[in-house]
């Protein structure tokens, strides 16, 4: 059914914690989830009514970069969680169940830009 749909993949990553000698904690990224199918849609600024990427969710303003889709029924992810599709780190900001029927995850990323 949604198969055909998810023509990416995707590395979706959670923090690990880590304490050192002094008693400092230091965090790192790892892999909770590695090859996974995906659809993913970024948004374009001539599409948007807005002509922006700016889209509000309670009383936080985000951008939001683009939206992927996962079947519901083999994944959990969540806001602390960040995904990697082709070579490029998004955080989650919201995860949706799309129809209300645990039939998939509509994720709404946004791109993470890297140090300079």
């Known amino acids: ?19 050192d000698a002094y008693g400092s904690y230091y965090e790192r990224w790892t892999d909770k989830y590695t090859d996974i ?8 600024r001539v599409t948007r009514k807005s002509g922006g990427e700016e889209t509000v969710y309670g009383k936080e303003q985000t951008t939001v970069t683009g939206t992927m889709y996962l079947s519901s029924f083999d994944f959990d992810i969540s806001e602390e ?10 955080d989650v900001i919201y995860v949706r169940d799309e129809c209300g029927l645990a039939h998939h995850y509509a994720v709404d990323l946004e791109a993470i830009k890297p140090d300079i």
Do not use: D, F, G
């Not at 059914?1 to 304490?19: A, P, R, Y």
């Not at 969680?81 to 998004?90: A, G």
């Open 81 to 90: 969680n960040r995904v990697i599709i082709k070579n490029q780190c998004y």
């Open 1 to 19: 059914m949604l198969k055909h749909l998810l023509n990416s993949t995707c590395t979706i990553q959670e923090v690990e914690k880590t304490s």
């Open 37 to 44: 199918s995906c659809a993913w849609q970024p948004l374009s």
